[in-house]
């Protein structure tokens, strides 16, 4: 499996505290019905496509090697996943942002000079750094070289989890990270493993694991409409709280429809189109049988 980085965003403020620059690893162990990066759920890259924005000027048909790209007499631009390779040719020439180009190799120095570049923010504002994905555990070697460079320059270090890590590598992890945001998607194992297509019970071992190291933990909880928007989730994630002290809080994250556009680009078939995104009322709502 190769170590692609699939976006570096600085300046987060939602992904820990402070001040912060959040890098997505490519990839993941889950597999979310209603995830708003679903161009991370392979570890390979892949080319987004938003036949919207197309004008069909043909620039990206001029420079692929594999002919993956075609323009019609009437202008339909016809592109063929097939042919392929990822090379990311016709992204670099697309002036529209029709094609994008969806995860890079990276080295620890090349994702540290971005990093470094917002030290005084992070310094500032008690922020620092997130390691994101997809899960971002996958990529265990990279990441505790990552961790291991932002604990020598001091920068404070969050990672986030779908807790789905091996127990050695969770182990090794702790020491190089302040904050663990771990998100705890649904409480009933079977409907975990509908929606998500994960076990419960290594999620909660790993848990259990961060509890016993005296670690810091955010629990981010995305409430879907029709998937875990129920009263025993919610009293789940209230037994949680009162059972691990790690838990230094819950947080709602409400759905959001901004991610179907993305599985289109990619050619996937999306299950929850018909939901929209969540109102603020709605979500306070849902924040309120959470609260202590």
């Not at 090697?65 to 019609?72: L, R, V």
């Amino acid at each position: 499996m190769r170590d692609l980085i699939f976006d570096i965003q600085r300046f987060c403020v939602y992904d820990g505290p402070g001040i912060r620059t959040t890098v997505f690893f490519k990839g993941c162990n889950m597999h979310c019905a209603w995830c708003h990066n679903p161009e991370n759920f392979s570890t390979d890259a892949e080319l987004l496509f938003r036949h919207e924005k197309c004008t069909s000027c043909g620039a990206c048909t001029a420079v692929c090697p594999n002919g993956a790209h075609e323009i019609k007499a009437d202008g339909t631009h016809v592109f063929d996943r097939a042919k392929c390779a990822a090379c990311g040719k016709c992204a670099e020439v697309c002036p529209n942002d029709v094609l994008e180009l969806s995860g890079r190799e990276m080295t620890v120095e090349a994702v540290m000079k971005q990093i470094d570049k917002d030290a005084k923010y992070y310094r500032s504002s008690k922020g620092g750094v997130t390691f994101s994905g997809g899960e971002a555990s996958l990529h265990f070697e990279l990441l505790k070289k990552l961790l291991t460079a932002c604990r020598e320059k001091g920068y404070h270090t969050a990672l986030e989890t779908n807790g789905l890590i091996s127990a050695a590598h969770l182990k090794e992890l702790i020491p190089l990270t302040d904050l663990f945001l771990f998100d705890f998607k649904h409480s009933d194992p079977d409907a975990l493993k509908k929606w998500a297509g994960a076990p419960l019970a290594p999620i909660l071992e790993s848990l259990a694991a961060l509890e016993d190291a005296h670690a810091h933990v955010w629990l981010r909880c995305p409430v879907i409409p029709g998937v875990n928007d129920t009263d025993a989730h919610f009293e789940a994630i209230c037994a949680l709280k009162h059972q691990y002290t790690c838990i230094e809080k819950a947080e709602i994250m409400a759905y959001h429809d901004i991610g179907k556009t993305k599985w289109d680009a990619l050619g996937i078939p999306y299950s929850l189109a018909a939901l929209k995104t969540v109102s603020p009322e709605q979500k306070h709502i849902w924040e309120t049988k959470i609260a202590d």
